[in-house]
C-alpha cells in the first residue's frame, strides 16, 4: 500500500469533509461529538466552515489521500484558549488504512504536533473510556492519561478521559 499524503482541509473540500464526517460517524459513532442524525441535518454552509478549519490561525483540519485519491484519515486541532493550549480531536482512519504499517495515523499525527507547538508546549485530548484502541495508539505516541476526565455529551453515564503530551522533546 502506498503512503498517503496529508494535507490541510481549504472550504472547497467541503463535500469530502462532509463524506468522510459521515463515514467517521457510522464507524465509530462514540467516538466524536456528534451523531450521526446531527450531522446529516447540516447545510452546505455548516460544511463549509468545517472545511475552513484547515486554513484557521487557531485551528488545523488535516486529511490523509491515499495514492487513488481516497479520503482514508483525518485529524484536527485547536486552541480552545490560550491557558489549556491545542487540543487533538476528530481523529479517524478508515480500517482499509488502520495500523502502523499503514502509518496514516502517524503520519496525521506528525502534522498536528507540528502545528500544536506553535501554540504551545502540551497537546491535550480527550477520547472515550471504551475506544481501547485509539488509547493503545496515543500510549504508543506518547500521551498519559492526565488523571482529569469528563462526562460523554452524547450518554453522560460514560466518560471522556483526557490524556496529554509534552511537545518540547519532540
Known amino acids: 500500500m502506498a503512503a498517503a499524503s496529508v494535507r490541510a482541509t481549504t472550504e472547497d473540500d467541503w463535500r469530502e469533509v462532509r463524506a468522510l ?14 451523531t450521526l442524525e446531527a450531522a446529516l441535518a447540516h447545510d452546505e454552509a455548516e460544511w463549509r466552515v468545517r472545511a475552513r478549519r484547515g486554513t484557521s490561525a487557531t485551528s488545523t483540519s488535516l486529511v ?26 476528530g481523529v479517524y482512519v478508515a480500517p482499509s488504512h488502520r495500523g502502523r504499517e499503514a502509518g496514516v495515523a502517524d503520519a496525521l499525527l506528525d502534522a498536528v504536533e507540528a502545528w500544536a507547538l506553535a501554540h504551545g508546549p502540551r497537546l491535550r485530548l480527550e477520547v472515550h ?10 500510549a504508543r505516541r506518547g500521551f498519559r492519561p492526565t488523571g482529569r476526565w469528563a462526562p460523554y455529551p452524547l450518554d453522560p453515564s460514560r466518560r471522556e478521559i483526557e490524556m496529554a503530551r509534552d511537545l518540547t522533546g519532540r
Open 129 to 138: 473510556e471504551d475506544n481501547h484502541r485509539a488509547q493503545a495508539f496515543y
Open 64 to 89: 490523509a489521500v491515499d495514492a487513488d485519491g481516497r479520503w482514508v484519515g483525518t485529524m484536527g486541532g485547536w486552541v480552545p484558549d490560550a491557558a489549556s493550549g491545542p487540543l487533538l480531536g
Open 21 to 34: 464526517r459521515l463515514e467517521m460517524l457510522r464507524d465509530t459513532p462514540h467516538a466524536y461529538l456528534e
